[in-house]
């Protein structure tokens, strides 16, 4: 069978810790590329559900530490279902909480997240950094009432660059003051260094490997990166993971 992913807290990047497991349901349902990121939780199976609402359960809203409120989800390598993972974990934080949750487009390189939304993608997070106003004004509702979603927005040749500028900073502290959970979805670590400048300003990075794909090797060396910048690594989730057992057998593991 197969298990869409697996979420691994700080143990370097070893499988310990186990925090959660989804069945593959959700992973086949978002194969469609017209499928938006309700749909594929509307025809994933209850174990499915479940199973993903144990990692924004153990993430978001563990009782035993200050849960971090504003997280970047980042792939180590393109392709490997991160956007999607992200916005997953926005829709069912936001189903669990009473307040809201803002879903940011932090990907200028090949936004994503408008069409798992049906939205476009014309004014966003690039916007608000070459414009005045709140960031509020530069986000729209998506699906629930407290889901936000905030866009790459509108985006010029060169304006990658601006992710290092001083009002990005800014733009992120007013989120941050905004809403009450920020979770930012990033390019692959392992081509660029965009999520490091939205981890220093975020409480943390989930890391999202792929099986089979990813070199544990490039994952450590990404991670080790990120601590030596004093970057906090919230846990890394294992995508597209199989098991050569039955259902039955591997839920009593």
């Known amino acids: 069978m197969s298990k869409d992913y697996e979420f691994t807290q700080q143990a370097g990047i070893g ?138 927005g509108s985006l010029g040749k060169d304006d990658v660059n601006l992710l290092n500028c001083d009002r990005m900073k800014e733009r992120i502290a007013e989120l941050r003051s905004a809403f009450d959970y920020v979770l930012i979805d990033a390019p692959p670590l392992n081509s660029y260094a965009d999520a490091m400048v939205f981890g220093r300003l975020a409480d943390g990075v989930v890391l999202v490997l792929e099986a089979n794909a990813t070199r544990r090797e490039t994952a450590l060396r990404v991670a080790e990166r990120l601590q030596a910048t004093k970057i906090p690594v919230l846990g890394a989730v294992l995508n597209k993971r199989t098991f050569p057992i039955p259902s039955a057998l591997y839920k009593r593991l």
Request: proline fraction near 5%; glycine fraction near 8%.
């Open 15 to 152: 499988l310990g810790n186990l925090i959660a497991r989804t069945e593959s349901a959700v992973g086949a349902a978002a194969k469609s590329k017209t499928s938006t990121i309700t749909e594929i939780l509307a025809e994933a199976p209850p174990d499915t559900r479940e199973e993903s609402l144990k990692l924004v359960q153990r993430l978001f809203l563990t009782p035993e530490q200050t849960p971090p409120k504003a997280v970047v989800f980042a792939a180590i390598d393109s392709g490997n279902g991160c956007t999607r993972l992200c916005a997953i974990m926005a829709q069912l934080l936001a189903e669990n909480v009473s307040g809201s949750v803002c879903l940011v487009e932090g990907n200028f390189r090949t936004p994503s997240l408008p069409d798992l939304f049906g939205v476009d993608n014309h004014h966003g997070l690039a916007d608000s950094l070459r414009q005045k106003g709140s960031i509020r004004s530069f986000a729209r509702q998506a699906g629930r009432a407290n889901v936000w979603l905030l866009s790459s």
